[in-house]
């Protein structure tokens, strides 16, 4: 089992910044790719940003590429997403998951493990 707890969502005006956090314990860190997926009321669940188990490769959703950037810290069991230029449809539930055989970074389902999520709310 993997427990991932997301941190660092809150209200802020368009164009501003957020970083999100998502702290992890259990399993090794390392042997998992680390997504951020987001849901905003009404709507389906989304992928936002997911990194690879070292770091190397990455990948972002077209709605955020140039604006987000996702990290991890293997050493602190910690991934990272960085948003600039926040937008009012960047409102969302913003969910950290982990998995353990991903073969497509962006696919919700191959993910194993889930955090509770953390909201972010952008005020025009």
């Known amino acids: 089992q993997v427990q991932l707890v997301e941190s660092g969502g809150g209200l802020v005006q368009a164009g501003g910044s957020l970083r999100l956090s998502c702290a992890a314990s259990g399993r090794p860190f390392s042997n998992y790719a680390m997504g951020w997926f987001r849901q905003a009321p009404g709507k389906a669940r989304e992928f936002v940003a997911a990194?690879?188990?070292?770091?190397?490769?990455?990948q972002f959703a077209d709605s955020v590429k140039g604006r987000f950037t996702i990290s991890r810290d293997n050493a602190k069991n910690t991934v990272s997403l960085q948003m600039n230029s926040l937008k009012p449809e960047d409102t969302a539930l913003y969910y950290c998951a982990a998995g353990g055989r991903i073969q497509s970074l962006g696919k919700s389902d191959e993910y194993d493990y889930w955090g509770q999520g953390t909201q972010v709310t952008v005020s025009s």
């Open positions: 990194i690879n188990w070292n770091g190397v490769r990455s």
